[in-house]
């Protein structure tokens, strides 16, 4: 009884003592899963019958909109006990979402050191470090000798694999620096903490994801200090907690290159038949109206074609891969251009774009040699003919790796974002330069 079919069933039948034995022993994945795919009510009812440290689980690895529904639909003690159970930076994700009514009632009856922990954190924007800080960690104070510090970490209630790193301040709370655990056994008991302290890297407060993530590519740590504009200590950011934020980024950095003509990510689950309708139906209707042209166009070259038939054979692998390579092009240049690797700019494009050509050269020849090669063995074919596959296939994947290199630059300068510039739409253009290049060719050589 895993399905959400079968739940439903259960509960619709009041058998609940059976749906609580499938859910203890359900992976968090499957309880997700069975979640998202009942009714809001459906979710609820089944959310109620979890214990609350595997609804707590549950609530952390879940998306953050369909937390915020789910808590919104239980009591407000519910409500409270989940709130103030759960760290501070996925609270403040799952309050994102919740009614203004709620929101302020919820937040007036909190404790006051988890209000103020929420309040901390929703008052910096969105996409900075702030809002995937740990406000739980240790702090020794400079003064502080090495066996007091040491007790202090022995008595906390961390556990060895949270204890990479202990934080050090002076008197006034401001940071000094980091010292590793293993430094700080080996250091002489009655030494002051402020004399071990060796590593002073740190994030601000307000820096965005994009650049903490960067921070920790470029060390070996996985525990940052956070400090406020006056350097004061005020939280830490662990590696692991940025590792859904970088996903996060850079799906919507490349989300619409998939292709739906708005730079909006659409919710598969949640959204509408309708939204998603539209979404998609843009730029298939745009395929059409290319398929019209590139059947035109065929049409227009049958005499070529009837004296050849075999050239008709090598239409599909050839304009095909034309768009293939135009859109691998796109893609690397939109996550470069999303992560920053590359700066949006044309003196940047006449640079890059020499590097370009040569390997897209490279690649069309290769690929085209190695088309010649499969056709010589398994077709019958003359000499003219594979030279003319091998020459298309060149000219289309070297055009198609241009296209999809130029396209969002020019997007950029045209204010537009990249991402709108989707993979259907290339390969459609592809599509009918590929076969224009490929009969034009074959005119030359083959009549």
Not at 4 to 20: F, N, R, T, Y
Not at 276 to 292: E, P, Q
Not at 319 to 332: E, F, H, T
Not at 382 to 399: A, E, K, Q, R, Y
């Amino acid at each position: 009884m895993t399905s959400v079919s079968e739940i439903k069933q259960c509960l619709d039948e009041g058998k609940i003592d059976e749906i609580v034995s499938v859910l203890d022993f359900l992976e968090l994945e499957d309880i997700i899963a069975l979640i998202s795919g009942s009714s809001i009510e459906d979710s609820v009812r089944i959310f109620r019958l979890l214990k609350p440290e595997r609804g707590l689980e549950v609530l952390k690895a879940m998306d953050s909109q369909l937390a915020g529904s789910i808590l919104e639909n239980l009591t407000e003690p519910e409500i409270l006990f989940y709130v103030e159970n759960l760290e501070p930076r996925y609270s403040v994700k799952i309050f994102e979402e919740f009614g203004r009514e709620l929101f302020e009632k919820i937040l007036f009856n909190l404790e006051p050191k988890k209000k103020a922990e929420l309040l901390l954190l929703l008052g910096y924007p969105e996409d900075s470090i702030a809002r995937y800080m740990d406000l739980d960690f240790i702090v020794l104070y400079s003064t502080e000798r090495v066996s007091e510090g040491l007790e202090k970490i022995r008595t906390s209630r961390f556990e060895p694999e949270e204890l990479e790193s202990v934080f050090v301040v002076d008197s006034e709370g401001k940071f000094v620096g980091s010292i590793n655990l293993a430094h700080l056994i080996k250091a002489y008991p009655d030494q002051t903490i402020g004399s071990q302290k060796k590593d002073t890297s740190h994030l601000q407060v307000t820096d965005p994801i994009e650049l903490a993530i960067s921070r920790f590519s470029e060390t070996s740590v996985h525990v940052l200090p956070v400090v406020d504009s006056d350097m004061r200590l005020i939280g830490i950011v662990r590696a692991a907690n940025l590792l859904e934020a970088a996903g996060d980024i850079q799906a919507e950095k490349i989300t619409a290159f998939g292709g739906t003509p708005t730079g909006e990510n659409i919710d598969y689950r949640t959204g509408t038949i309708t939204e998603i309708f539209k979404a998609r139906f843009v730029w298939l209707a745009i395929l059409v109206v290319f398929g019209a042209i590139v059947s035109g166009y065929l049409a227009d070259q049958q005499e070529i074609l009837e004296k050849s038939l075999i050239l008709a054979a090598f239409i599909p692998p050839i304009i095909d891969m034309g768009g293939n390579a135009g859109s691998q092009s796109a893609s690397y240049v939109i996550r470069a251009l999303g992560t920053g690797q590359v700066p949006p700019y044309f003196s940047t494009l006449f640079i890059l774009i020499k590097k370009d050509i040569i390997i897209a050269s490279l690649l069309g020849l290769a690929l085209g040699l190695f088309e010649a090669l499969i056709s010589l063995v398994f077709k019958d074919i003359n000499f003219l003919i594979l030279l003319t596959v091998t020459l298309s296939m060149v000219s289309v994947v070297l055009l198609g790796s241009l296209v999809g290199f130029l396209l969002p630059f020019l997007a950029v300068k045209l204010k537009q974002d990249p991402a709108v510039l989707s993979a259907p739409v290339i390969t459609s253009v592809m599509d009918l330069l590929g076969v224009m290049i490929y009969l034009g060719i074959a005119k030359l050589l083959v009549l």
